[in-house]
Every structure is written in structure tokens, then in C-alpha cells.
């Protein structure tokens, strides 16, 4: 039983501060640490800089331009990223499809698209939930028939995030109709700038606008653009979903707002006092903490487990649970912090360069969106229920 | 980073573990509960010859372990196998001997790791409710020794232990930090009277009366009024012990749980197939895990030397398992429907183990607390 890292790691664990220190651009941190809404160019900004470094694409292979990073040297990276205040790493097109790509496309899809990636020449989007095809993504309904050699689609997409920056969307496509739900998935890549493809977005309930239904009428596809074998689509897309989730905890999102978190506590007063000694509020405060520490041990655990060998299987899910209700209760405390000053609501504040005096606390501009925001943590990437029957089936058995 | 035992940690949890499920079967351990003693001479012999005492202590104090993780992977084996022995005793009452025995008090430590000596502390009184200086008792100097006067509450195996180690007040008055000592009693000191019982979860306790028990100069453990730095320390020990014997047995219950669930049919189909008992199921999988990070996070910081991150860590396992071995127990129960309330399930009496871990050393709320005022105090520092 050893629980510190080794000198090598401690040693990458240092270069990672420095390059961060060295190459994260402040106004970008200051952002990111206020909870206040990244532009496009803000995230193209910090994927230029980590793709100079050779670091954007952390998961993927030497071979393809990845840095050939373990699970360890991941969770440091992600960690102290989150700690500086780095932008998350836009995930479709490195993180997702890249993957994906790696494993199952053809050598000219590889030669295409990966560098594409990495440069930002392409931003990808992700098109896999439908109006009736939500935790049940294998029925999704959006057709592609091919014809000569291209294939037809037409359907709809929804919660497209991002779609509104997007050139490229991947997409879960029915190939064969009369198959059962799962066999007949295949997975397209598809120009969003194709006639017949048209874009709405969807405003959320803290008033952004980061998600989106995309509408597909007779849009031609090069049969080229095809994944993998038709009607093989959703192995991709389950490999996809599961691939490398030992980050997916966000231990290190999770510590950052802690820390946050005990900043404001100390500061707001309630009754003369502040609010960490509010006996109540405290009680929330040292809950989470604790929730949140033992956390970051069973990450670990799952890493080594990585790190020797094993894969990360069901436990991911176990990971997703805990780590996204740790994350909610902590927004959900930062917005407990601000009082009734998590009631009032300027748009304009939630983006760089507002420069009217804060209402209340400064953090109490972004508070409430940020919680409200953030409930999606526990439904997207397969919702905490479905999770649940992921870890019911796979680890229990039952 | 590495979360694997050594290999020599491996062969004491197999050859334990297989000792007791050898000689520790259920009915058996009912024997053992419920006899005169309240656990059984021969198991405890049997365990100490394993090694299982002496895994406990470093080897300077004449054993071959002491660690965190040695203390740890000890009690997991103990809570699985739902042990009644005097383990616990012999951790905290010898770790007071090596923290602050003089050469001959220290002579203790073979009987106890030999298993020949039972010890017990006997710290809690009535109203003390966990908190570590409320001591009442008290110790009045005389030109041999000490006489002591006062009530020991919930003392385990106190009407039988033949050690005790007894806190008491020299100056001060509870709830003082200052003014607490430390003394070795033996179990059949004149002036000392004992009133046994029974406990819910098997084995005894007592509730001691001393009247006038005189003791030499020599029965005071470490400096005088000096006490409560000990008793913290030891508790420390207590705090990791209890975690891991609860992760033990939370392990148990969750594993005969989920077996139930795949083998209990219900309108033609195993009851496991059901969405609802899968959701808690698979709830009660996460939290096992996070108690067993929560273990590993307090053996590795109980040696630490920096005091308010040790005693976070440990407060932090003790309030994870109280919740979490209670929420086992209940759900455990629950999911095994009527059966589950049956005398004859051993998982009933897994479930009662896991909520009086809660009882012992303080529980879910007075960690919470603690875990604050520690972090209060760091922020200060």
C-alpha cells in the first residue's frame, strides 16, 4: 500500500504545473474560475496551445499524435489542469471520435480526419440522442439508405452540444430497418454544412444556449464517411462511451470548486459570523468534503487498477455517479453561499469584460446559472439511472 | 502509488481469514457471545498464535507489525468473520503502553500480545456521550500511590478483562483538557465492583464502580494530567480498527445481499431482476467502496505526524463507515424482506455489528463535528 505517486510522476506532475503556469493564458483562467461562458475562440485558443505542446489529444496513441500518457499521468494532467482553471478539453473530436477513429476506421479516415482534429481545422459535434432516443440511444430513428455511393439521411438530432460551432457531426444512423434495435446502427460522419442539414438551437434553463436539435432532410453523405461496417455502429458507440473513463470523476473540477467553495464560506457572513461557522452549513461543507476525499482515493484505486493492466469497465460508472453528485453538491452550496443574491440575473455577467459593480458576492453573478447548468452532469454521458444498470449488470450480475 | 497488501500482509489476512471461517462459524461465534466471557479463551489463543496480536504492535514493543495498514487489514479480517474477541482491548490499551509506558509498564505488552492478558480501557462514563475529556472520575494522590473513585461506563469485557486501563481526573473537572491521567488497574482490584451484561451485537460489557481502589505510584501511564494526548492517540488506533472491522463486515452483508437478490424468486423471478432493488443494490456498491477508501485513507494517515490531518483522516473514516455500515445494514434487512429480521440469518447479526460500530469511539455526528472543528483549526493554523 503506497499512496503517493512516484518521483517520475511527481517530477511530470511539475512539468505539468510549469507548462500550466507558463502557457495558460490568464484572462482564460480567470473565466474559467469565475463560472463565467467560453467563447469558441477561447476554447480553439487553449487547444492551439496544448496541440503545440503535443497534449490535446492525451488519450490517443503515440502513433496518432498522442503524448503515449498512461492512466496516471492522465489524472495528474486533467487535475492540474482543472486546478489552474484550464478550459475542459472540448471532447468530440479528441476525445470521442478520435478514439473511435483509432480503432475502427480505415487508414485513409485515420490519415484524414485525426490531423484534422488536432489542428481545430475540424470542430466536431455529436449526434447521438433523438427526441425518442435519450438513455434508450439504441432507438434512434434518423435513417441513412444509401444510394450509389453516398447515403441519404434524414432524421433529427438533439442536445447537440456545441453544433453551433460545428462543421463535422458524428452520427448514430438506422441502416437497416428491420433489425433489432441494436444491429441495425451504423455511425456516420456528416458535414453539417451539407444542404438539407439545418440547426436550432435549444436555449437551457440558465438561459445558454450551448445545445442544439439538428435536422437532417435527404442530406447526401459520401459512403466513404462510413465508421467501421455498416450496421456495426453501435459496438463503436458503446466502445465510445465507456472508452477510458477513468477521468470521467472530475476529481479535479471537484477540488477546485471545494476550494472555491471554502473561500466564500470564510467570507460571507451570516449573523456576524461566516459562514463556515454556520453549524449547518459547515455540517454541508464537511459531508461533501469528506464524500469527496474518499473519492479521490477510490479514483485511484480504479487508476492503478488501469495502470496494472485492468480495464476500466463498470467502475467508470461508479466513477460518473459519485464524482457528478460530489460536483452538484458543491454548486449547489456555492449557490447557498450567495443568499438571495443568487436571485438576480444579468445575462452580460456571465461573460467576459462586464463591468458593472457585482451584485453581492462576486461569485454571485454566475452562481445560480452555474448550478442550474450543472445538473446536467448527472444526465448526460448515459444518466446516473443508466449507470446504475450498467453497474447492476456488469459488477453485480443481477 | 499502489494499493496492493505486501505479500506478507496477504498470508496473515488468508491464514486469519481461514482460521476463523474454520473455527468462527456462526453458531460457534453465538457459543462464544453468549458464554461466560462473552468470546472465546481458545479462539483468542488461537488468534494470537496466528500472529494476529502481534500484527498490531511494531517490533520493538515484541511484535511484527504496527502499521496502519497492519492494524487495518487485522480488523477487516476480524469484522468479515464477525470476531467477539478482545482485539480491540489489546490495540488501544497496548499502544497507551508503548506512547507512554515507562520499561516495566511496557513489560505488559508481552501478556497482551501473547494473548494471556485481556485489557480493556475503561474510559466512557455515563454522560461522557463520546467526548474524549469528559472524565469524572477521579484520582486522588496518597503517600503510596493513587485512590480512585467514580463509574466506568460500557467497558468491554469489563467484568472479565484482567487489565484495565482507567482515565481519571487529577485536577480539573470534565469537561477540562488538562487534568486527565492514566492508570493500569487490574481487573481484580479491591474497591472494584462490576455489574455485567450482555450486548445487542454479542459479547459483553460492564458498567465498573470503583469505591476507594487503591493503586501504587507506579499504575500512573505516562505524565500526570497529561492523559488526554494518550487517550487521543489511542483512540486514533480505535478510530481505524472500527472502520476497518466495519469495512469487513459490510462486505460480508453487501455479498450475501446481492447472493439473495440473484436466488430469491418472487412472482416467478429472482427479485434481483427488479429495477428497484438494483438502483440500491448498486448504491450500496459505491458506498462500500468509498468506505473502503475512506480505510486506506485513515491507515495511511494514522502514523502521520502532522496532528490535525491525521485526526481529519481518521474522524473522516469513522463518520464514512458509521453512515455507510448503518445505511448496509438497513438496506441489507430491508432487501432481505422477513428473512432478514430472523435471528437464524447471520446476516441479522452482521447488520447489528455494522450500527453498534456506530456506538463505539463516537459516531456519525460527533465525527461530522469533530472533522469541522479540525478543519476550523487547521484554517487557523
Known sequence: ?398 | MNFQHTEDRRMLADSLNRYLSENNSIERRHQSAEGTFGYSTSLYAGLAELGAIGALFPEEAGGFGGSGFDVSLVFECLGRNLAVEPMLGALVVGQALIAAGTDAQRAQLEGIVSGGTVAALAHDEPGSHYELSHVAMTAAQTATGWVLNGTKAVVPLGDSADLLLVSARTSGAAPDADGISLFLVPGTAAGLSKRGNGRIDGGRTAELTLASVAVGADALLGTEGQGLAVLERISGYALLALASESLGAMDVAKDQTLEYLRTRKQFGVPIGSFQALQHRMADLLLEVGQARSAVINAAAAVDDTDRLAREKALSAAKYSVGRIGTLVAEESIQMHGGIGMTWELPLSHYAKRLVMIDHQFGDEDHHLARFIALSQATAEV
Not at chain 1, 494532467?77 to 486546478?83: K, Q, S
Request: proline share 5%; aromatic share 10%.
Open chain 1, 1 to 398: 500500500m503506497d499512496l503517493q505517486f512516484t518521483p517520475q510522476e511527481l517530477a511530470f506532475r511539475d512539468e505539468v504545473r510549469a507548462f500550466l503556469k507558463d502557457k495558460l493564458p490568464e484572462r482564460i483562467a480567470h473565466k474559467v474560475k469565475a463560472g463565467q461562458r467560453l467563447t469558441k475562440a477561447d476554447q480553439e485558443e487553449w487547444h492551439a496551445i496544448l496541440n503545440a505542446r503535443g497534449w490535446l489529444a492525451n488519450h490517443w496513441p503515440k502513433a496518432h499524435g498522442g503524448p503515449g500518457w498512461g492512466a496516471v499521468e492522465k489524472f495528474i494532467f486533467d487535475t492540474e489542469c482543472a486546478l489552474a482553471g484550464g478550459p475542459r478539453i472540448v471532447p468530440f473530436g479528441v476525445n470521442m471520435l478520435g478514439p473511435v477513429l483509432i480503432k475502427y476506421g480505415n487508414e485513409q479516415q485515420k490519415a484524414y480526419w485525426l490531423p484534422r482534429i488536432l489542428s481545430g481545422e475540424d470542430w466536431w459535434c455529436q449526434g447521438y440522442s433523438e427526441p425518442g432516443a435519450g438513455s434508450d440511444l439504441a432507438s434512434v430513428k434518423t435513417t441513412a439508405v444509401r444510394e450509389g455511393d453516398h447515403y441519404i439521411v434524414n432524421g433529427q438530432k438533439t442536445w447537440t452540444t456545441q453544433g453551433q460551432h460545428a462543421n463535422m457531426i458524428f452520427c448514430l444512423v438506422r441502416t437497416d430497418r428491420e433489425a433489432k434495435a441494436q444491429s441495425g446502427i451504423s455511425f456516420l460522419l456528416v458535414d453539417m454544412n451539407s444542404p438539407g442539414v439545418e440547426l436550432r438551437p435549444i436555449r437551457t434553463l440558465d438561459g445558454d444556449r450551448e445545445v442544439n436539435e439538428v435536422f437532417f432532410t435527404d442530406v447526401k453523405v459520401p459512403a466513404e464517411n462510413l465508421v467501421g461496417e455498416e450496421n456495426k455502429g453501435w459496438t463503436y458507440a458503446k466502445f465510445l462511451l465507456t472508452y477510458e473513463r477513468t477521468g470521467i470523476a472530475g476529481v479535479g473540477f471537484c477540488v477546485a470548486a471545494l476550494a472555491k467553495l471554502k473561500v466564500i464560506a470564510a467570507r460571507v457572513l451570516k449573523n456576524g459570523q461566516p459562514l463556515d461557522r454556520d453549524p449547518l452549513f459547515a455540517a454541508r461543507m464537511a459531508r461533501v468534503e469528506i464524500d469527496l476525499e474518499n473519492m479521490k482515493t477510490t479514483n485511484l484505486r480504479v487508476i492503478a487498477a488501469v495502470a496494472g493492466g485492468g480495464v476500466p469497465g463498470a467502475e467508470s460508472s461508479m466513477l460518473k455517479i459519485r464524482g457528478t453528485e460530489i460536483r452538484q453538491e458543491i454548486l449547489s452550496l456555492i449557490r447557498r453561499a450567495m443568499g438571495p443574491y443568487a436571485i438576480p440575473f444579468v445575462e452580460e455577467a456571465q461573460y467576459e469584460g462586464y463591468a458593472e459593480p457585482p451584485l453581492g458576492e462576486p461569485e454571485a453573478a454566475t452562481a445560480a446559472a452555474n448550478y442550474f447548468n450543472y445538473r446536467k452532469l448527472s444526465i448526460f454521458g448515459g444518466s446516473n439511472e443508466i449507470q446504475k444498470n450498467i453497474i447492476s449488470k456488469m459488477i453485480l450480475g443481477l
